[in-house]
């Protein structure tokens, strides 16, 4: 199965900014970042399709602040997010359509906290 691990979490003060990034251990599909805050379910945040021109699409609540983008040479995806707000604490999971079906990474904790 494809390994997806992710890093770039931690504790930031509201307005501030963080990149996630998830590196596969092999090619992808399409590669999405969810996010889950305590007692909530687990809600899509982007999602990027394959290929050299990759289309994007964004929850609205994060929409003009986080910009999803990948690396294809590196079977890297990234998240990067602008202008946190508490609201958008969460642990964020990076997940990809690979040829094994959908596989998850272990979640990074996202705190935005003053």
């Known amino acids: 199965q494809v390994q997806l691990v992710e890093s770039g979490g931690g504790l930031v003060q509201p307005g501030g900014s963080l990149r996630l990034s998830c590196a596969a251990s092999e090619f992808t599909f399409s590669m999405s970042w969810y996010r889950q805050a305590p007692g909530k379910e687990r809600e899509l945040v982007a999602f990027i399709t394959s290929g050299g021109s990759s289309s994007t699409n964004y929850a609205d609540s994060v929409k003009g602040r986080f910009t999803i983008s990948r690396d294809n040479a590196k079977n890297t995806v990234y998240l990067q997010m602008n202008n946190l707000k508490p609201e958008d604490t969460a642990v964020y999971y990076c997940?990809?359509?690979?040829?094994?079906?959908?596989?998850w990474g272990q979640g990074t904790q996202v705190t935005v906290s003053s």
């Open positions: 997940s990809a359509i690979t040829t094994w079906g959908r596989q």
